[in-house]
């Protein structure tokens, strides 16, 4: 059963042009979303991160839209650059039951910038 | 600091040998993971700690086993490798805290193969 669906799989994008990689998920506990993105062969890294409480959080290039009636979230990287290409996970974690702290990773999407 | 350091980075066994996986952290965290990564499954939950000299069962724990006998260290074992467990293996560690919740500090991974 995978609580989080992440689309599309592989994306390929134009130098300057804008990214966006779509999640959705169905447990309604889950109260932290992370994306993670990983360069080939390191371990993934956080990017930004939001919590339910708003709907929308930018860091530099990177926005996460965050949809809690839908249980949906999407990054956004505007001005795509040939340095982001790296996959990128999102994720979903509860506080509840004991804040073990787990994530719940999507499939990944690989992204790739042509200059 | 190190961060997160696993070792070996790379494995070749044969089908029913064993090994094990050492996942050391230097950052004094209390929570330790255990993913796999396939592709087109993204990060999936093997076993995780949230303390020292506890352990508890992911989303695919079957064929594994964990110990976690002192906190900087987490070990993956497999007593009897099969061709299904072929996979790029990552640890991670979070403080703990629930600030620090699903922020996940990654190693840079162990790639297995079974022949």
């Known amino acids: 059963q995978q609580q989080v669906k992440q689309s599309p799989q592989s994306l390929i994008v134009q130098k300057g042009g804008i990214s966006i990689i779509n999640c959705a998920y169905e447990n309604t506990a889950f109260d932290y979303f992370p994306w993670y993105q990983q360069f080939p062969g390191k371990g993934p890294a956080l990017l930004i991160a939001?919590?339910?409480?708003?709907s929308e959080k930018k860091e530099g290039r990177f926005t996460i839209s965050f949809n809690k009636s839908a249980k949906q979230f999407s990054l956004h990287i505007m001005d795509s650059q040939p340095g982001d290409s790296a996959t990128y996970f999102c994720a979903a974690s509860s506080r509840g039951g004991g804040n073990t702290g787990k994530l719940i990773f999507g499939q990944g999407t690989t992204l790739q910038v042509k200059p | 600091n190190a961060g997160v350091t696993q070792t070996p980075k790379f494995r070749v066994l044969k089908t029913g040998q064993s090994m094990t996986l050492l996942c050391a952290q230097d950052m004094n965290h209390e929570y330790m993971y255990w993913y796999r990564q396939d592709p087109g499954m993204g990060l999936r939950l093997i076993h995780y700690?949230?303390?020292?000299?506890?352990?508890a069962k992911g989303e695919v724990p079957d064929g594994y086993n964990v110990s976690r006998l002192k906190k900087q260290n987490f070990l993956l074992g497999l007593e009897s490798a099969a061709p299904s467990q072929t996979s790029v293996y990552f640890c991670a560690s979070i403080p703990g805290s629930v600030r620090g919740a699903g922020e996940l500090f990654f190693g840079e991974g162990s790639r297995l193969t079974v022949l």
């Open positions: 939001i919590r339910p409480d708003v």
């Open positions: 700690s949230v303390g020292e000299g506890t352990t």
